[in-house]
């Protein structure tokens, strides 16, 4: 009993690692985080800002290699489509979400731009702070 035991165990342990190793499982996730920080000035009061931390989740890891190459083009749509908001149109939940999703069709359309948006599965804010 102990022995079929055992032989049970280290079949499922081969298993499972077999499963994890084989990249033809399902898709490679990756997220990328967007270094550094964005900290942009809202429209209106000079005194409002817009301090955030974006990830990028993106399915292979070529399409991941063909987007950090285009990462300063992205910064640079980040800032300007955050520069057009107001701290007053990011305060509630839904807003932010809104605001999300336009900055994920940002993404798409500055990637198609230069590349292909090709793997860009969706875009998260991991820090969100209007002061």
């Given at each position: ?18 499963f ?6 399902g ?5 990328i ?11 209106g ?14 399915e292979?890891?070529?399409s991941?290699?063909k ?15 955050i ?11 839904e807003?932010r ?5 336009k ?13 292909s948006?090709n ?5 998260f804010?991991t ?5």
């Open positions: 009993m102990k022995n079929q035991l055992l032989t049970f165990l280290l079949a499922s342990l081969l298993c499972f690692s077999a994890a190793e084989n990249p033809e499982t898709p490679v996730l990756e997220y985080p967007m270094q550094p920080h964005f900290v942009v000035n809202l429209q009061n000079r005194r409002s800002f817009l301090r955030a931390d974006i990830q990028l989740l993106v292979g890891k070529e991941a290699e987007i950090k190459v285009h990462l300063p083009a992205l910064r640079h749509s980040f800032i300007m489509l520069s057009e908001y107001s701290a007053d149109r990011l305060g509630t939940a807003q979400e809104d605001f999300r999703r900055a994920l069709q940002e993404t798409r359309t500055t990637l198609d731009k230069y590349a948006s793997g860009l599965t969706d875009l804010f820090e969100f702070l209007v002061q």
